[in-house]
Antibody, heavy 126, light 107 residues
Framework: QVQLQQSGPGLVKPSQTLSLTCAIS??????????WNWIRQSPSRGLEWLGR?????????DYAVSVKSRITINPDTSKNHFSLQLYSVTPEDTAVYYC????????????????WGQGTLVTVSS | DIQMTQSPSSLSASVGDRVTITCQAS??????LNWYQQKPGKAPKLLIY???NLETGVPSRFSGSGSATDFTFTISSLQPEDIATYYC?????????FGQGTRLEIK
């Protein structure tokens, strides 16, 4: 059974960096059959996909254009987790942040977010 | 980006009713669509993948259909535990995008 456990601060000051970690159990961050995603949810933006990291002989990242200039998602194979860093945050980045496994097959084209973390409410405020 | 439009935004129904939610994509996405259920304070839960396939462990009263731009999600007989918000999500392209949600309430 795959489980994702999120950790990180719930309050970040404007212009600073939002950092969250998602610890994986029951799967490997290096698996060839999944990608590891960050998604956020706010009343104004709904569910918004931010980006992902995945391994297919080498590491790849994809990011949403809306945050591409200020986001990094990194895997850590030694700890079997992946992290989100969102730089230069503003109050508009206030949201519940989720990590999620994307069961992903490039051969069949199928993709689903089948496991999610518990969510972290991150408030951007001074 | 592919826009996903759900209707209705909210819905009130009685226990035992048949409930239908629609999702329209802004372009042809084949069957590259999933449906999720989200209860308050919880993460979304996958119910239907590839437009019509029931996720393991999900009750058979949930179903999905459609292709190209028009999709339907149905609960054949509404149960009290189905009170939640439902979302469609496309995976034809990046960025992955979600509908705005349909909030389902008991009448």
């Amino acid at each position: 059974q795959v489980q994702l456990q999120q950790s990180g601060p719930g309050l970040v000051k404007p212009s600073q960096t939002l950092s969250l970690t998602c610890a994986i159990s029951g799967d490997s961050v290096s698996t060839n059959s999944a990608a590891w995603n960050w998604i956020r949810q706010s009343p104004s933006r709904g569910l918004e996909w931010l980006g992902r990291t995945y391994y297919r002989s080498k590491w790849y990242n994809d990011y949403a254009v809306s945050v591409k200039s200020r986001i990094t998602i990194n895997p850590d194979t030694s700890k079997n987790h992946f992290s989100l860093q969102l730089y230069s945050v503003t109050p508009e980045d206030t949201a519940v942040y989720y990590c999620a496994r994307e069961n992903l097959s490039f051969s069949s084209g199928s993709s689903q977010f089948d496991y999610w973390g518990q969510g972290t409410l991150v408030t951007v405020s001074s | 980006d592919i826009q996903m439009t759900q209707s209705p935004s909210s819905l009130s129904a009685s226990v035992g009713d048949r409930v239908t939610i629609t999702c329209q994509a802004s372009q042809d996405i084949s069957n590259y669509l999933n449906w999720y259920q989200q209860k308050p304070g919880k993460a979304p839960k996958l119910l239907i993948y590839d437009a019509s396939n029931l996720e393991t462990g999900v009750p058979s009263r949930f179903s999905g259909s459609g292709s190209a731009t028009d999709f339907t999600f149905t609960i054949s007989s509404l149960q009290p535990e189905d009170i939640a918000t439902y979302y469609c999500q496309q995976y034809d392209n990046l960025p992955r995008t979600f509908g705005q949600g349909t909030r389902l309430e008991i009448k």
